[in-house]
């Protein structure tokens, strides 16, 4: 007799008020704590120890979305693939792309932030800012960093080369 996937319903998930794990097939588990907090588990083996992995809680992720993303988990073990470990290299990726799309002007401010304990002066850090904000930030201060080329950079600097003696 193989697997049996798909063990509950809705209707059943729904009623149910006992605090464990309650399985529904193929790895997949309804978690009810103590206090009545409900989520999905899904838990599979990686070189002979036991992993959970968090599918959501029951009031975002329905039954029928946790048996898709515990199929899709599957699938991945099937791979060869840690489930765990791919979410978290997409987690990671996503938050690279929004450094990347980190603006110009939020750059700048944070490297200042970080910079001024070194420097001699509150004074030199204001010069930092000021200058950024009258130069630098009305041509590309609202683009993200990775869109600030040599070309804008000349733009801002060739104007004031010639009319600014520091």
Known sequence: MGRVIGRMTAL???KKRQPGLHPD????YLQIADGGARSWIYRYMLNGTPRWMGLGSYHNVSLADARNLAAECRKRRSEGV????????????AKLESAKAMTFSACAEAYIEANKAGWRNETHAAQWASTLKTYAYPV???????????????????????????
């Open 12 to 14: 059943a998930v729904a």
């Open 25 to 28: 097939g193929g790895g997949l």
């Open 82 to 93: 840690d489930p765990i470990e791919a979410r978290q290299t997409i987690r990671a990726l």
């Open 140 to 166: 590309f201060g609202s683009l993200s960093v990775q869109s600030v080329d040599t070309a804008l950079v000349m733009k801002v600097l060739e104007p004031i080369w010639t009319t600014k003696t520091e």
